[in-house]
């Protein structure tokens, strides 16, 4: 659920942006803020990048992010009636993402643009996000300065500003990586890699979810959705995670919840898994991918993958992001997927020929796999977020010499959402 400084104004709980909201926070002469800021007519398209909107949105953006509210007269900081921002197309819109992009450095990612009320008295709501970027800073011929909120007003950050939020910058970015480096720890602890080879894959918001924690049924709705999704992406012929958890019924564990291994049995343990769906919007999978079935009674080595299997499970990493992430508002989010094998000799990745056989000829002996990390949107487009599925599962296989993905073909429509 979504809650912004216009919630805070008008006294609302957390919802969605409505007419009725902006009318209650009008109606009790809400005072701009950090984070909010009244304006009476949205800037025109063609001259956006030389307005003062590229100014407003690093300032929102550097005080920890806030909405700007177009269309509402305000006297003395505070609001006094409302008034028609003026039109706003799809075209103006998109001009408006991309001066937060364009004209800001670094760019503002994450615009959300909410157009309320009717012709003749419209008002629109652009929602900037919280930043770890910062400062942004924006350019005027050959100067550049950085803006910030100072309660109502927009000012320049001195010298030591900058340096402050610079240094906040890296430490951000340094804690980030220890709590990736620790919920990769976490879930690869533990796990029997001396006899077969475990996919690892673990995803978690740039920006820590300020969020209830999931109920059980929030948590099962999730997991359910998720693994819809990754069966989308990847077609049934893998062998899926979520298809060895149970879904039905999350476990409580320490801030998250847990769906248990359900591949128990001697014959089925080859292909068990774990995963956990964190309360702070963080994700985790646990695969066993060394070892699979081949026939009947037949195994591949402990240190033999399936490409399949690794492209299944990124699947199911990627879904739980995209279904998890819905709704949070924090939609940046650093992935690492490793495999972990200490056995005897080499790891293989194996493909399949066009016989659909198992086929080694194109692999390389891999002595130890280092973990493929890169960072998604998890709110992008479905068909760019659809790639970006594809892309990490290439860079997986890649690494044991195979070129092409086998379950992942992104498609030219979209995922159903």
Known sequence: MNFTALHRAAGAAPGPLTEDLLDAAVLAGAVETDDLDWKAALPPAKSLPQSDFPKDVAAMANSGGGVIVYGVVESAKAATKRTDAGALSESHERSLRSAAVTAITPPVFGLEVYLLGSPGLQAVVVEVPASLEGPHLIYK????????????????????????????????????????????????????????????????????????????????????????????????????????VDINNPRPGLRRWVAANTATGERSRWKEAWISL???????????????????????????????????????????????????????????????????????????????????????????????????????????????VHDLARDCINQGGISNVLLIQPPEVDDGE
Request: hydrophobic share 40%; net charge negative.
């Open 141 to 244: 011929n050959e100067y550049f300065a950085a803006p910030v909120r100072n309660n109502a007003d927009t000012v320049w950050m001195k010298e030591r500003q900058v340096e402050q939020m610079y240094r906040a910058r890296f430490d951000e970015r340094r804690r980030a990586r220890e709590a990736l480096d620790a919920l990769y720890v976490e879930t690869s602890a533990g796990r029997d890699v001396a006899q077969r080879a475990w996919l690892i894959g673990v995803a978690r918001p740039v920006l820590a979810h300020t969020r209830d924690r999931r109920s059980r049924d929030e948590a099962r709705a999730t997991l359910a959705k998720a693994s819809q999704l990754a069966l989308f992406y990847a077609n049934r012929s893998g062998i899926h995670p979520f298809e060895n």
């Open 278 to 388: 964190h309360h702070d919007g963080a994700v985790a999978v646990a695969v066993a991918v060394g070892g699979h079935r081949w026939s009947s009674d037949g195994y591949f080595e402990g240190g033999q993958v399936e490409s399949s299997a690794i492209e299944a499970a990124i699947a199911d990493v990627m879904a739980l992001v995209r279904r998890g992430s819905a709704g949070t508002g924090n939609d940046d989010y650093d992935i690492r997927v490793g495999i972990e094998w200490s056995g005897d000799g080499p790891m293989t990745i194996l493909t399949r020929d066009t016989s659909n056989q198992v086929y080694d000829g194109a692999s390389i002996p891999v002595f130890r796999y280092t973990p493929v990390e890169t960072t998604i949107d998890a709110a992008a487009s479905d068909f760019d977020y659809y790639w970006s």
